[in-house]
């Protein structure tokens, strides 16, 4: 029976594939890779006692103070550290701006748009995009700068880096807008597989260059004044016979160095490649919804299972596993001060890992909510925000 639901569920999804919006919205809240994970392999899902317990004896991460803004049933939200202050949204068009060293609202506006994505922010511009594909622009003391539009929902946090604004919308288009009005300067468009991912992963400005993940396992680098692509590269090559099998698609932000770009595809790999010219240093089996961080040792990655393993960066080679965190859906993981990692997961827990053995440091419950973005950095920590609207600031000392 096991075998024949996940059977059906794929015939299902391979049939959609002609019909049109093939996020996975049309699924509920559960997703793609959740519902296949829960037709295929029920017995794995559960945790033994002995992990119960265990988790609940680690240490409890101080919280320095929490907020309220309404749920989301679908989008993903991620707060955003700017200047001193934590920017947030929700899906029913609230913008705040928070203290980050206490939590108490500065302001609050009402943008009477319903929001799919954000926040993004930079050069005094607080960004976010909605469901019919605007992106709402505001400055520090939130009054709206401008409104535009692109061609699809933005899903993801928008990006800005100079005068340009980085936009991804939900149809593999990025667009370069200009910071001061929003006015399109270029625009580029990504391969679009008869199924794809509904995802949050916007894409990545650095020095210059825009990097993104695309839909089939791409992974491209393109100039921010322009959009004119520099090279493209293959983190995964789709396989298997059904649609679902086939879909690779690059879930999460890239990550970068000096040196290199690593990626994470879902049903793919984890790679690494030169930032000059795209060629492969070096890739992994792997499979990722969620998205991976790197620091000067190694690439860790937050993959599908509920498991966070760590690569060594010059070389791919596996060094640790963590698989006992007692939720089967991870955020992407975040650097934090010292050598930790934090990480949220599917039941609204947050956890601190140590960065050389993946070994659990300390760990807090929020509101029960998801928490699907990764942890944004704050000056004395880090801060988190749920699908129930909780925005919670730990400390890490």
């Known amino acids: 029976m096991r075998h024949f639901a996940l059977f059906t569920a794929m015939m299902l999804l391979t049939g959609c594939a002609s019909m049109g919006d093939l996020g996975i919205g049309n699924m509920g809240d559960l997703g793609i890779s959740n519902l296949v994970d829960q037709l295929s392999d029920k017995d794995e899902n559960k945790v033994d006692e002995k992990e119960i317990a265990a988790l609940k004896a680690v240490p409890e991460i101080p919280l320095l103070w929490k907020h309220s803004l309404n749920k989301s049933k679908i989008a993903v939200f991620s707060p ?4 001193g202050a934590v920017y947030a949204a929700d899906a029913k068009g609230y913008l705040v701006r928070l203290d980050s060293a206490n939590g108490k609202e500065v302001w609050q506006v009402e943008t009477e748009h319903k929001l799919a994505g954000g926040v993004g922010a930079g050069y005094g511009t607080i960004l976010v995009g909605t469901f019919n ?4 622009a505001f400055d520090e003391m939130g009054h709206e700068r401008w409104k535009t539009r ?7 946090q928008p990006q800005i880096d100079s005068d340009v604004v980085v936009v991804r919308s939900a149809d593999g288009r990025i667009f370069g807008l200009d ?9 580029y ?4 597989p008869a199924l794809t991912m509904r995802n949050s992963a916007g894409a990545l400005v650095y020095r210059g260059a825009v990097f993104a993940g695309l839909a089939g396992g791409k992974l491209v680098a393109m100039s921010l004044l322009n959009g004119n692509v520099g090279w493209e590269a293959a983190v995964a090559q789709p396989r298997g016979v059904t649609e679902l099998e086939r879909m690779t698609d690059i879930a999460g932000l890239p990550v970068i160095d000096d040196q290199q770009v690593c990626a994470v595809a879902y049903h793919g790999r984890v790679g690494c490649f030169e930032i000059a010219d795209g060629n492969q240093i070096w890739a992994r089996d792997a499979s990722s919804n969620a998205g991976l961080t790197m620091d000067s040792i190694n690439v860790y990655v937050s993959e599908d299972r509920g498991a966070v393993v760590a690569y060594d960066k010059r070389s791919g080679a596996m060094m640790w596993k963590q698989a006992k965190l007692g939720s089967r859906k991870l955020s992407a993981p975040l650097l934090v001060r010292g050598e930790l990692l934090a990480l949220g997961d599917a039941e609204g827990n947050v956890s601190l890992l140590r960065r050389h053995d993946g070994s659990l440091v300390a760990r807090a419950a929020t509101d029960g909510g998801a928490i699907l973005s990764r942890p944004e950095y704050i000056s004395d920590g880090f801060v988190v925000q749920t699908s129930n609207g ?7 000392q």
């Open 133 to 136: 594909g605007e992106v709402l």
């Open 189 to 192: 468009q990504g391969p679009t």
């Open 80 to 83: 955003i550290y700017e200047n």
């Open 179 to 187: 910071a001061a009005d929003g006015s399109r300067k270029w625009v």
């Open 150 to 156: 692109v061609t699809s929902e933005v899903l993801s």
């Open 390 to 396: 909780g925005i919670y600031a730990f400390a890490v």
